[in-house]
């Protein structure tokens, strides 16, 4: 993100509410990865951020959202949207009306900032390719690594099917 996105999204947080954000600024951390630094010292017990809690990537978020809420509500009372699937579901329908220049509220103005500045790659072994993961082959990595794609697609599997039959509009890439 260059230094005149992250000024203008600081701004934007600050206008909604986020109290601190222009003491930071992104970093990447050796061997670690991007992160916020401060620009300052910070002193013991003062408060490091504030953020509105509608603001938070949570749950309680997701089922405020006006559109997707009742949608969430309804799978998660079938006991078939764990935390982790309801957050992602949450993530892009908010990128994909993003992407798709539809009108956005101010707070999924918000949203659709952070997630234009999140990392594009990740080196989690989910991501690694079948000849990167075999080189692991008999290591516990191995088969952590395909049980959880297994459950990352069935988890897929479940939330496209409901979408699927449902008569709301979700935002595509096209619109």
Same mark, same amino acid.
């Given at each position: ?10 701004? #934007? ?8 954000? /222009? @003491? !930071? !600024? ?15 010292? &910070?002193?013991? +017990? ?11 990537? *949570? ?10 809420? @009742? ?6 009372? #079938? ?8 957050? *992602? ?10 992407? *798709?220049?539809?009108?956005? /509220?101010?707070?999924? /103005? &918000?949203?659709? %900032? ?6 594009? *790659?990740?080196? /989690? =072994?989910?991501?690694? =390719?079948?000849? +990167? ?5 008999? =290591?516990?990595?191995? =088969? !952590? ?16 099917? !409901?979408?699927?039959?449902? +008569?709301? %509009?979700?935002?595509?890439?096209? %619109?």
């Amino acid at each position: 993100m260059s230094d005149k996105d992250m000024a203008t999204f600081q701004k #934007n947080l600050e206008k909604v509410g986020v109290k601190n954000i /222009s @003491r !930071y !600024y992104l970093y990447n951390f050796p061997g670690t990865g991007r992160g916020l630094q401060t620009k300052q010292e &910070i002193k013991k +017990d003062e408060v490091i951020l504030t953020v509105p809690k509608s603001l938070l990537w *949570s749950v309680d978020s997701a089922l405020a959202h006006p559109i997707l809420g @009742r949608h969430i509500k309804d799978m998660s009372g #079938n006991s078939r949207l764990s935390v982790d699937d309801t957050l *992602s579901v949450f993530l892009l329908y908010v990128k994909l009306k993003g992407d *798709s220049k539809a009108t956005l /509220s101010d707070e999924e /103005s &918000i949203r659709y %900032q952070h997630i234009q500045h999140l990392p594009t *790659s990740y080196n /989690s =072994s989910v991501f690694f =390719s079948e000849d +990167d993961l075999e080189i692991g082959c008999g =290591s516990e990595l191995v =088969s !952590y690594t395909k049980a959880l794609r297994a459950q990352i697609q069935n988890d897929y599997d479940i939330i496209a099917d !409901y979408f699927r039959n449902l +008569d709301v %509009q979700i935002p595509t890439r096209n %619109q």
